[in-house]
C-alpha cells in the first residue's frame, strides 16, 4: 500500500487490518502519535489526514492510501517547534506529555474548523458563518481529546493564546 | 480482528453487486469505520468481505422543491456545517454537534450513522450473554448496569437503546431513507428503518441483505417552525444521551397555540423515538406548560424503568416540557 505521510510518500507492505494508527507506529516508526484508549474515547492517537483531524486508531489504513496524513513529526521538531508547540510550554499544557501530540494535531484541526465556519455545541448562533473564538468553543472542541493529567486549563490557554491573533473577530 | 477481504466501490451499483458476490463470506458496507472498525477489533462483527462505501454519494444537494438530500457517504461535519441545514433545520445541526468528538464527525458518515450499533456494554462484552449476538442466549443487560438502557418498546430479550443524535432529529424531520439494494431502489421513512427488539434484537433494521443506505431526504418544514435539539447526558460533552428531544413546533400568528409539533426522544429505546403520542396532545392545543406536561406524560405512560434507568421516565417527561417551553417562549415572557 501506498501512503503519503508528512509529505513523503512511503510503500508498506501490511496486513489490511493494520490501523492507520500501527502503521504510523509500528510500520514507519512514527512513534509521535500515541495509542491511548484504541477505540476512539481519548483523542491521543489524532493526526491530520487533508487538514481535517481524525481519529487514527479507528481508521483502518487501507481507506487512507490517497490522502495526505500529517503527524506530530510533520508539525515540529525540537529545533524547529511549532508556535502551539511553544505555547504548550509556556502554558503548562502538559504534565506527562502523553496526549499532548494528538492535542496539538486536534488543536490545529480545531482552528482550521472555526476558520471554515464549522459549528460546535456551544455555537449559539448557527446562522452567523463566523464563529466566536473563545474559550467556551476550544473547551468544547477539544473534548474528544483527554488528557489525564488535568492540564486543561494551561491546554486552553496555550490555544488561544496560539490562534487569537488570526481567529478572534475585530471588535 | 479476523481476516477479510477488501473492495473498493466506486458507486452504489458496483457496491452491490459486490455484496452479492461474496455473499457467503458475510460481507459488510464500511464507511467512516467509527463503529465498525471498532466491533471488529472486539471479534463482535467478524466480516469475511469489506466493501468500502465510503467514496459513494458524499454530495448535499437542495432540490427545487426546497428538501435536502444527503448523500450517505456526507461527513457528519460536512452536513452540521452546511449553510441549508444551519439555516432550516438547526436542530439537525445541533443533534450531530452534539454527538460524539470533533475528529469522529470529521470520519463518520450519514449511512454509518443510521446503521450504527448500540453501546450497550453487555453487547460488547462477550462474556456477557446478549441475544443481539447470539440469538437466544439471553440479556444480562436486564438485572445488570442498565443506567444507559431504554425505557420505552423494550422487550424481555432486549433493553439496548439507540446510540444516534442524527436519527432523532432526522426521525422529527420526517427524513426518507433512500435505499438500492439486489431487487432495486426503495424508500423507506427513517421512522420505519430501525426495528423494535421483539424476540429478534439481532435484526436491527428493515434493511434486506445487500441493500445499501444512499441518500436521507428531509422535506422542507412548514412556514415559520422553530426547531431544537436538547440533549441530556453525565458529562457536559462527548457522552451518549440518557435522553434527548428534537422538537419542531409551528405556532398560530399570536404565538399561543400550537397548529403543529413534532417530537423524536433519543437515548430511550431501540430505535429513535417519533413521540406521536405526545404530538397528538399538542396538536391544535393551547401552548401551555399544562398542555406539554400532558404531552410527555401522554407520551411515557407506558415506559417501564429498571434498577438503574427509571430515573429517565421523570427525565424525558422535564426535558420534553423544558423543550416545548424553550420553543413557545415569546418575547417578554420569563425563562
Given at each position: 500500500m501506498q501512503f503519503t505521510i508528512n509529505g513523503r510518500l512511503q510503500t508498506v507492505d501490511c496486513d489490511?487490518?493494520?490501523s492507520l494508527l500501527d502503521l504510523l507506529?509500528?510500520?514507519?516508526?512514527?512513534?509521535?502519535t500515541k495509542k491511548g484508549?484504541?477505540?476512539?474515547?481519548?483523542?491521543?492517537c489524532t493526526v491530520l489526514v487533508d487538514g481535517e483531524r481524525i481519529n487514527s486508531c479507528l481508521?483502518?489504513?487501507?481507506?487512507?492510501?490517497?490522502r495526505s496524513v500529517i503527524t506530530i513529526e510533520g508539525i515540529g521538531s525540537a529545533r524547529d517547534l511549532h508556535p502551539l508547540q511553544q505555547a504548550f510550554i509556556e502554558c503548562d499544557g502538559?504534565?506527562?506529555?502523553?496526549c499532548t501530540p494528538g492535542q496539538i494535531c486536534s488543536a490545529l484541526g480545531l482552528a482550521g474548523e472555526i476558520k471554515r465556519g464549522?459549528?460546535?455545541?456551544?455555537?449559539?448562533?448557527?446562522?452567523?458563518?463566523e464563529i466566536e473564538f473563545n474559550s467556551d468553543e476550544i473547551r468544547e472542541r477539544l473534548s474528544g481529546n483527554l488528557c489525564r493529567c488535568g492540564a486543561y486549563n494551561g491546554i486552553v490557554q496555550a490555544v488561544q493564546k496560539t490562534f487569537a491573533p488570526t481567529l478572534e473577530r475585530a471588535p | 480482528m479476523n481476516e477479510f477481504s477488501y473492495e473498493r466501490a466506486t458507486d452504489p451499483a458496483a457496491a452491490i453487486r459486490l455484496f452479492s458476490k461474496c455473499n457467503g463470506r458475510n460481507p459488510r458496507y464500511l464507511a467512516g469505520g467509527t463503529n465498525l472498525v471498532d466491533l471488529m477489533r472486539e471479534d463482535i462483527e467478524q466480516p469475511g468481505t469489506i466493501i468500502d462505501?465510503?467514496?459513494?454519494?458524499?454530495a448535499i444537494q437542495r432540490r427545487e422543491d426546497g428538501a435536502i438530500l444527503l448523500g450517505a457517504g456526507a461527513k457528519n461535519t460536512a452536513v452540521a456545517s452546511h449553510r441549508d441545514i444551519r439555516e432550516r433545520f438547526p436542530m439537525l445541526t445541533q443533534a450531530i454537534v452534539n454527538g460524539a468528538s470533533a475528529q469522529i464527525r470529521n470520519m463518520a458518515t450519514v449511512g454509518g450513522n443510521l446503521m450504527q450499533r448500540t453501546r450497550c456494554y453487555y453487547f460488547y462484552d462477550s462474556a456477557a450473554r446478549c441475544n443481539k449476538r447470539?440469538?437466544?442466549?439471553?440479556?444480562?443487560a436486564l438485572d445488570g448496569f442498565?443506567?444507559?438502557?431504554?425505557?420505552?418498546?423494550?422487550?424481555a430479550h432486549c433493553i439496548a437503546t439507540h446510540p444516534s443524535d442524527m436519527c432523532v432529529a432526522l426521525a422529527a424531520l420526517d427524513a426518507i431513507v433512500h435505499i438500492e439494494g439486489p431487487s432495486g431502489p426503495r424508500r423507506l421513512k427513517l421512522t420505519d428503518l430501525h426495528r423494535l427488539?421483539?424476540?429478534?434484537?439481532?435484526?436491527?433494521?428493515?434493511?434486506?441483505?445487500?441493500?445499501?443506505?444512499t441518500a436521507v431526504e428531509i422535506p422542507p418544514l412548514p412556514p415559520a417552525t422553530r426547531s431544537v435539539y436538547r440533549k441530556v447526558r453525565?458529562?457536559?460533552?462527548?457522552a451518549f444521551a440518557l435522553v434527548s428531544v428534537a422538537a419542531a413546533v409551528q405556532l398560530n400568528e399570536s404565538g399561543d397555540s400550537i397548529l403543529a409539533a413534532r417530537l423524536a426522544l433519543g437515548g430511550?429505546?431501540?430505535?429513535?423515538?417519533?413521540a406521536s403520542v405526545a404530538e397528538g396532545v399538542l396538536q391544535?392545543?393551547?401552548?401551555t406548560e399544562e398542555r406539554f406536561r400532558q404531552a410527555a406524560e401522554a407520551e411515557l405512560q407506558l415506559a417501564v424503568g429498571r434498577a438503574h434507568n427509571a430515573f429517565k421516565i421523570d427525565l424525558a417527561k422535564r426535558v420534553v416540557v423544558d423543550t416545548l417551553k424553550e420553543l413557545t417562549r415569546r418575547p417578554g415572557d420569563e425563562p
Open positions: 489490511v487490518r493494520t507506529r509500528d510500520h514507519l516508526g512514527l512513534t509521535g484508549c484504541d477505540q476512539g474515547a481519548c483523542g491521543a481508521a483502518l489504513a487501507v481507506q487512507y492510501q490517497t502538559l504534565q506527562c506529555g502523553y464549522v459549528p460546535s455545541a456551544c455555537t449559539a448562533d448557527l446562522r452567523a458563518g | 462505501v465510503s467514496g459513494i454519494s458524499q447470539v440469538r437466544g442466549s439471553g440479556c444480562d442498565n443506567r444507559i438502557h431504554a425505557i420505552l418498546g423494550t422487550s427488539p421483539g424476540d429478534t434484537p439481532d435484526v436491527e433494521t428493515e434493511l434486506a441483505p445487500g441493500e445499501l443506505i453525565d458529562r457536559a460533552s462527548y430511550v429505546a431501540h430505535r429513535p423515538w417519533r391544535g392545543a393551547p401552548a
